[in-house]
């Protein structure tokens, strides 16, 4: 029984509690995360490091009014919470429940819509822009991770913001990770706060000592431009206060008295703020503070483990075997080496495996540098997050025809992290792209041979993998380079050809099956590579049966299938209907990806009363005469 929790119906009750009830509400607020992320699945490394800030933020301030912004948003399970949906908490990342990230859709409290790195202080800035041509007087908060400073959108906020000093609140969120242990400079930087946190009781002790002796006042004077030097050479305080912002910190951010007062103090200020607060992640519960990257994300609890290995460690340990025998390959990773399953790889090459953090467009054009010097540059990152560094791709990448390998995981529907993080685009930005070569392998031996492929394009190659378990083929020793833009028959039939593409192939296959015990004799061919298309082959299955159904995991806007008609367009193929099966016009929500597949009719069920109502609907139309259809 949470007797604490169950009276928080709003952050006006937060703001009641005395201290000793707050360290109970932070006590229940964890054992609930614990026990609800464990179930669901979910960020919960994060959001036991953010608890006392959070609970801090809605005692300070006044949401919805004041705006919140949270940076990613995969820490926002308290603030969740504390906002009218304690009673929800338990549809977490559950279709047609609560999302894992805020949405505006979902609550007044949630100031903005995220799900990627680095947007909070521009999203920020912007509302307070507003509030002061409005001529308001409301605070506009964004808490963004240490993670997140490798972006460089949040530099280019941080220098707007500075410039016009307008009144702003950041807080830094600062334990030292991002999924794992965030990379670069800057955290190098901010690892010297974490590890001289006496530096500002020295600072305070020396000023109240000085203050009675003699002079005291100009040794004061003396010894504040000495510390200056020195602070900007072995503390980042002065970076911030170069760019505009005053800095407040380091402050323990698990100590929820020291966070309120340096929080008012940043709430009355009238200038730029930084306020930078040190946490532990998992904070609370001991394997996560242990192990926080494996605690940063779980899977549902309901979720099978099985023993079949998943398309990201096939990929991996195809780039391992793929490193040893080439010693030009050379891998990049954007904050994502775990997701990858790159880690155990990074500590055999390490000077061959490139993390650069949440570094999308940096990663590509980094990847364009090393691929003109005779290096092949193989980039790994998620589908969703390859959409930020579209320029990067056309220009830095296409434009000069490089070979860049895309390994694009978390391609299709991922599942419950939802609509920000689903990968239903990549086929559609990344066809309209000349000399970009785009394929997905039907199954985990297929991705092996497809990336071996690569090594070898002399063009940027994208390969578009899903999230998750494999089909459980055996995997075959050697690799096998593949004909670039070559299909394949699965499956022969008469009266309809199903193409399929990546992971719709193998449900594909299934629907036929189905469809045989309704008489239907359904082709099924292996699209695999979107671009360039097997036009020979798609002619000749489509001329032989006259009925195509294309299935993609992808929007139908521009995809596979799009490309699919464009082909039968300039072939002037006019007798042959069609049907494509993918992604609406819409963003995809969270849910189980089994559900979403089945709600989309992109799962072998789906697939077999889609083509049998096509052959229907086809027969009803023509009598059994042929025209022009597109349905």
């Given at each position: 029984m949470s007797k604490i929790l169950d009276k928080i119906n709003a952050p006006s009750d937060v703001k009641e509690l005395n201290r000793d009830e707050l360290g109970e509400l932070c006590s229940e607020l964890r054992e609930l995360l614990v026990s609800r992320v464990s179930e669901n699945g979910g960020h919960l490394a994060s959001n036991l490091g953010a608890v006392e800030l959070t609970v801090a933020l809605h005692r300070v301030f006044d949401s919805p009014k004041d705006k919140i912004i949270w940076d990613v948003g995969h820490q926002s399970y308290v603030h969740k919470l504390l906002t009218g949906r304690r009673e929800q908490f338990s549809s977490l990342r559950q279709y047609q429940g609560l999302s894992g990230f805020p949405d505006r859709d979902e609550s007044l409290h949630d100031a903005f819509t995220t799900?990627?790195?680095?947007?909070?202080?521009?999203?920020?800035?912007?509302?307070?822009?507003?509030?002061?041509?409005?001529?308001?007087?409301?605070?506009?908060?964004?808490?963004?991770?240490?993670?997140c400073l490798t972006c460089g959108m949040t530099y280019e906020a941080l220098?707007?913001?500075?410039?016009?000093?307008?009144?702003?609140?950041?807080?830094?969120?600062?334990?030292?990770m991002s999924i794992s242990a965030t990379v670069g400079a800057i955290a190098k930087r901010l690892n010297v706060v974490r590890t001289t946190r006496g530096y500002i009781r020295a600072k305070k002790q020396t000023n109240r000592l000085l203050a009675f002796l003699p002079g005291g006042k100009r040794l004061q004077w003396a010894l504040r431009r000495l510390r200056e030097g020195l602070k900007a050479v072995v503390m980042p305080t002065m970076m911030w206060e170069q760019l505009g912002f005053t800095y407040l910190g380091p402050i323990d951010g698990h100590n929820t008295a020291e966070l309120e007062a340096a929080l008012t103090q940043a709430r009355d200020y009238y200038k730029p703020v930084i306020v930078h607060v040190l946490t532990t992640k998992g904070k609370g519960y001991k394997l996560a503070e242990d192990n926080p990257t494996y605690f940063h994300g779980l899977s549902p609890k309901s979720e099978n483990s099985g023993t079949v290995p998943t398309y990201s460690q096939i990929f991996a340990r195809t780039v391992g075997g793929l490193l040893r025998d080439n010693p030009k390959v050379v891998v990049i990773s954007a904050a994502m080496v775990e997701g990858n399953s790159l880690s155990s790889l990074v500590k055999e090459f390490p000077q061959r495996i490139y993390d650069v953090g949440i570094s999308e467009q940096h990663a590509v054009t980094l990847a364009a540098g090393l691929a003109t010097e005779g290096f092949i540059p193989v980039v790994a990152i998620y589908s969703t997050f390859l959409q930020r560094a579209f320029d990067q791709v056309l220009h830095d990448v296409c434009l000069p025809d490089l070979p860049v390998v895309f390994a694009l995981d978390r391609s299709g529907i991922v599942g419950e992290d939802g609509k920000t993080h689903q990968g239903i685009f990549d086929l559609s930005y990344l066809n309209l792209m000349p000399n970009m070569i785009i394929c997905a392998p039907k199954d985990e031996n297929e991705l092996q041979d497809l990336l071996y492929t690569a090594l070898t394009a002399g063009h940027p190659m994208a390969i578009r993998y899903p999230r998750g378990r494999g089909t459980g083929v055996p995997l075959a020793t050697e690799l096998q380079q593949l004909p670039i833009g070559n299909a394949e028959i699965m499956k022969k039939g008469e009266d309809i050809v199903i193409i399929g593409i990546g992971s719709t192939v193998m449900p594909s296959l299934e629907a036929a099956e189905h469809l045989a015990l309704g008489g239907i004799d359904a082709m099924v061919v292996n699209g695999r590579f979107a671009k360039p298309l097997d036009t020979g082959l798609i002619l000749d299955v489509a001329n032989h049966t006259k009925k195509v159904v294309i299935v993609e995991e992808n929007v139908l806007s521009g995809g596979f299938g799009a490309a699919v008609l464009e082909l039968l367009e300039k072939a002037e193929a006019s007798d042959i209907k069609v049907k494509r099966l993918g992604i609406p016009d819409e963003f995809v929500t969270h849910g189980k990806q089994d559900f979403l597949r089945s709600h989309y009719h992109l799962d072998a069920l789906g697939i077999a009363k889609e083509c049998s109502d096509f052959l229907a609907r086809v027969q009803t139309k023509t009598g059994g005469e042929s025209h022009t259809t597109i349905l």
């Open positions: 799900g990627h790195g680095g947007t909070s202080i521009s999203a920020a800035l912007g509302m307070a822009l507003t509030r002061d041509l409005a001529l308001g007087k409301q605070h506009v908060v964004a808490v963004i991770g240490d993670g220098n707007h913001a500075g410039h016009l000093g307008t009144r702003l609140i950041v807080v830094l969120n600062d334990n030292g």
